[in-house]
């Protein structure tokens, strides 16, 4: 589970679609991994608008890297700073979540990641 | 031919040794990539996109998303959503680039609203119809997906479904339930009338300025041959199927509306759009 896909799910479970609290949802005893990905600055260029940045900086203290600057880059600075461009690639393309769980602060459910990929089933007295 | 559709659920029917057959024949393997490419040509998509891929089982189509080269508006980035473990097992050892869920698309689309720039769903959706279990209906679990699909998209986005339907009736519940969630649909189909037909569902998704009609499905599949344009969004205004306003249905509609606009919305309850009396 890549921290990309992180920053745009929500809980699953159908009580917390009207609550603010189940995004994002929380990893916990996450094991990450580092991959080796080729940087894809147009995607990153058309994805940032849509990155909750607050929610990436929850993120990104909870898996122990240093805070984010309190605010988004801009589009433009993101075009004109390699490194800023690296930086953010870096977190949301090559950093995943190997094993752990994610946790909703709403409900509490937790969803099991295992070898990466998060199991989002639930029991259907749930849906 | 056969259908498991008709007697199995996903996650049986694609056991280990069934998602191994089927992830390895070269057969399926030609004809997922060329669905794949039909739907990307459908998609239409300029630049590198955020796509979802419904039933990516073991990445057949997905991994076509990652290696499209920039000359084709590529290379996308993806995340696959299947219930099949066993598909997902086969996609893991494949090292596709996507990121994968297991998960149920009949229980809904867990992303925040406007995620996705684009989905792809190939031989998958025709899954849905089939409900084996006393406390989940077809139409139930076809809404749900739908109704997440549809929030989840940016808008303007666009999604293309690949499916088989089992007949004219499956692929009627299936684009109508599609249109209810508030997407323009069209159905494209390659190669009619032969056994080798294959069904395409082209869904739009409304609102945002769009230069001339690209956001619209009519823009999408005008022209094309085979082409039905299905849109009910904008019946049910007049006549006899209107909702009367303040009434519960009109409520449940209203908040269904701003649902997939992602707005947060109360739970619909008993209560929901009960007459309050005056209290004196
Ligand atoms: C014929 S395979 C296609 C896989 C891939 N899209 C491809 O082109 O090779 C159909 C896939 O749909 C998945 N599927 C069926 N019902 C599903 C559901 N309710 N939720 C998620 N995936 C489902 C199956 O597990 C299977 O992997």
Partial sequence: MKVLSLNFLTCAVKACKSSSNSYPLHPKDAELVQDDLEVNAQLLLNLLPRIDWTALSTTATELGFPALPPQAPSVEELQSDEKKLRDLHNLLMETQIMEGKLVCANCGHEYAVREGIANFLLPSHLV | MSRPEDTL???????????????????????????????????????????????????????????????????????????????????????????????????????????????????????????????????????????????????????????????????????????????????LEDDPETKNVKVYLVLTVGGGNLEGNGGDITGVVKGMDGVDVLDSRHSNRNGKGEIKKGSKAWIIKKKEQMERKGKIVKATSKYTGRKRRVAF
């Fill in chain 2, 9 to 187: 659920s996903a996650d049986v029917h694609y056991n280990d040794s069934e998602a191994r057959k089927y992830t390895t024949s070269s057969r399926i393997q030609n004809i997922q990539a060329s669905m794949t490419h039909r739907a990307l040509e459908l998609l239409d998509l300029s630049s590198p996109s955020f796509i979802l891929d419904v039933g990516c089982g073991s990445g057949l189509s997905g991994e076509i998303l990652s290696s499209l080269p920039p000359e084709e508006g590529g290379p996308h980035v993806w995340v696959g959503m299947d219930v099949s473990a066993s598909m997902l097992d086969v996609a893991l050892q494949r090292d596709v680039e996507g990121d994968l869920l297991l998960a149920d698309i009949g229980q809904g689309v867990p992303f925040r609203a406007g995620t996705f720039d684009a989905a792809i769903s190939i031989s998958a959706i025709q899954w849905l119809c089939n409900a084996e279990s006393s406390d989940v209906s077809p139409a139930g679990r076809l809404s749900r997906f739908f109704n997440g699909l549809y929030a989840s998209l940016k808008r303007g986005g666009r999604a293309v479904c690949q499916f088989y339907p089992k007949n004219d009736e499956q692929k009627k519940m299936i684009t109508s339930a599609a249109v209810r969630a508030g997407f323009g649909a069209g159905l």
